[in-house]
C-alpha cells in the first residue's frame, strides 16, 4: 500500500515549508496537492511519488528522472520551481498557473469535442517535445495536466512517479532506445485513454488511473461509447478508438502522428480556419491537382491537331484523363464563365467543350502536369517509397476511369451519361489527392487497412481499418468532406456535389425518387462494379454478381448487364475494339429494361386512374 505524505503534530500535512491543502488527483504512480508556499505567499502545485524510495539509491535515480525533464523548456511543459526532498519525500513543486484537468472535470460541466481536441493538441506538442529529446512522462492523468485561464494545457509531473531499483541495484542504467521509444509510446497511449475520459465522461474500463488501464488494453477492447455528452464526429471518433486500439500496430506511435491527425480535424471543423481547404488549396495552387494518366497527353494532342473536333470524340479521350475532366469543369465553372452561361453552373464534358473552345482546352490541357507530377521529389528522397506512391496513384486513377465508364455506359436516360460519369470519378477525388499531396501519410493509411496476424495461433487474421477509418485516423479528415469542400471551391454545381458522396456499403439501396438521387446511385454502382476488379480473378464473378443484387430494383438491371457493361468499360479503358456481340447483347438489355419500367409506369397509371 502506497505511504502518505508527513504530517505534524497539528495534523496539518506538510511537506518542508509548503503546507499540503488539499489534494488534486493521483494514480498509482504520483499525487497533486494545492500547497501553499509561506515564502513567496502564492500557492503552488506539488507533485508527489506514491511510494517512498527505499534507499538512497532509489531516490537519487527518482531526481535523476525529474532533472532530466527540467532542463526541457516549451511553453506546454510546466516549469518546475523547485526540487526537494523532506523526511525522505522527494517532491516537485511547480507555480500554479491554472487548475488541473481533474478539477476542470469535477466541475461538472463535459467538454465539447472541439474543447477536448484542443487541451490535448497542447498536451502533445509539449510530449512530443519532450518524447524528442528522449523524455518520457509514464504518469500521464488528470491530475499532472494543467489549464490556465486561456484554456491552453501544460503537462506537468514529468517523471514524479517512482520507478524502484532493481534488488541490489544501485543506480539506473542509461536507457536505450527502444526503451525510450516504447515510454513515448505508453505516453501517447494514455493521451487516448485521455481522450476516452474526456469525450465520454467516465473512463475506460471503469478504471480511473490510466497507467492501470493502459496496461489492460489489448487483452481487453476499448472503443468508445456512442453514448457521450456531446456528439463525436466520426472523424474524431476514429482517431481516438485508433489511439486505444487493441492491436499495437494499429495504434498512433509517436506523439507527433496523433498531434498531426488532431489537428487537421481541428481546422477541417473550425469556422474560422476555413474547413478542410486549408490541407490542400496552397498544394493545389502551386502544383496543381493531378497528374496526367500515362500516356494520356498523346491522346489529347492527337484529338485537337485535327482540323474539326467532333465532342463526342474527344469527351471519349477526356473521360480516360481524370486531372483534364476536372481541370475543365473547375475552368468552366469560375464565376466569368458563370455569368455567361444561363445555368447554375456545367456539369456535362461536352457543355464545357463549347465554353472553352479548342484554344481554351489548349490552355486548360497545358496546365495538367505530366506524369507523375510532384511524385518525382518523393523518389528522389526515396526510391522504395517514391515508386510504391506512383504506383498506389496509377492503379486508383485506372480505377477512377473505370468508375466513370461504367457509370457513363449504365445511365438511364433520365440522367446525362456525362454527369454520370463525372459523379463516379469524383467519388474517388478525396482519396486521389491524398495519394497525390499526402503520399507519407496515404501509406500509413494503407497499412492501417491490411489485416493483422491473428492474435491466436491457428484463429482467423484481424481485419484492418476501412479507408474512411484510416484516412480519418491519420489525416483527421473525412474524405468524401475533402471531396466536397474542393468541389465547392471550385464552383461545382450542388447536384454533382451530393452525387460525388458513395453509398453506405452497409445499407441496402434504396429506390431514388428524383435525378438527382438516381444520379448519386449510378454513381455509387460505377465504382461498386470497378472496384470488383480489384479482387482475385475467382472472386470477381460472385462480387459482381453480389453488386447486381444490390442494385437491380433501384436501376432495373437485368442478370447480366454488370457483367457485360463493365467488359465493355474496360475494353473503352483500354483502348480495345469494343466485341460487337457484346454491345449487341448490352443494346438489348438496356432495351428490355427501359420496356419493362415504362409497363410498370404504365400499369400504375391504369391503376391510379
Known sequence: MAASPPTTAQNTRMIGRFELRQMLGRSHASSAWLAFDP??????????????????????????????????????????????????????????????????????????????????????????????????????????????????????????????????????????????????????????????????????????????AARRVGPEIVRLPWTTPHPVPDTLRAIVNRATDRQHRQRYLNARTLLSALQGWIKTNSQEAGGPLLLLLDRLDAVGVLPARQGAERAMIASLSQETLRVDD????????????????????VAAFRTRSADEGTTTLSRAVMLLGQDGI???????????????AQFSRSEEGGLAAIDALERELRLCCLAGHVARLMAPFSIHDEEAAAAAMSQRLGWLLVLYHFPEESAQISRLMQPAPPSETGGASNPGMSLDAAASAVLGVNLDDLSAAVMRHWGFHERLIQAARPLSRSSPVRNPTTPEETLRVVASLGNELALTTTLQHDRQPSAVHQTYLRYVRPLQLTPKECTLTLDHAIRLLDGRPTDPAVTAQRAAARAAAAAAAAAQQDTSSSVSG
Not at 479521350?317 to 483534364?324: D, E, F, I, Y
Not at 489548349?362 to 518525382?376: D, H, N, Y
Open 39 to 212: 515564502r513567496a505567499q502564492q500557492e503552488m502545485l506539488l507533485c508527489v511519488p506514491r511510494a517512498l524510495p527505499s534507499t538512497n539509491a532509489e531516490r537519487d535515480a527518482w531526481t535523476q528522472d525529474v532533472l532530466s525533464a527540467t532542463r526541457l523548456k516549451h511553453p506546454r511543459l510546466a516549469e518546475v520551481a523547485e526540487i526537494g526532498v523532506h523526511e525522505g519525500w522527494p517532491f516537485v513543486a511547480c507555480a500554479r498557473q491554472g487548475v488541473t484537468l481533474a478539477e476542470r472535470v469535477s466541475s461538472g460541466t463535459p467538454l465539447t469535442p472541439m474543447e477536448v481536441a484542443a487541451l490535448v493538441v497542447d498536451v502533445l506538442e509539449g510530449l512530443a517535445y519532450a518524447h524528442d529529446a528522449g523524455v518520457a512522462h509514464r504518469d500521464i492523468g488528470l491530475h499532472t495536466v494543467v489549464v490556465d485561464q486561456a484554456g491552453h494545457a501544460q503537462v506537468a509531473a514529468f517523471g514524479v512517479g517512482l520507478e524502484q531499483l532493481a534488488p541490489n541495484q544501485v543506480s539506473r542504467p542509461a536507457r536505450n532506445r527502444q526503451e525510450a521509444r516504447e515510454a513515448a509510446e505508453r505516453d501517447v497511449l494514455t493521451v487516448g485513454l485521455l481522450m476516452y475520459r474526456l469525450l465520454a465522461n467516465h473512463p475506460a474500463l471503469d478504471e480511473a488511473d490510466f497507467g492501470r
Open 314 to 333: 474527344f469527351v471519349d479521350v477526356v473521360v480516360r484523363n481524370p486531372a483534364l475532366v476536372w481541370e475543365m469543369l473547375r475552368s468552366v465553372n
Open 362 to 376: 489548349r490552355r486548360v490541357a497545358a496546365g495538367v502536369r505530366a506524369w507523375p507530377g510532384v511524385l518525382t
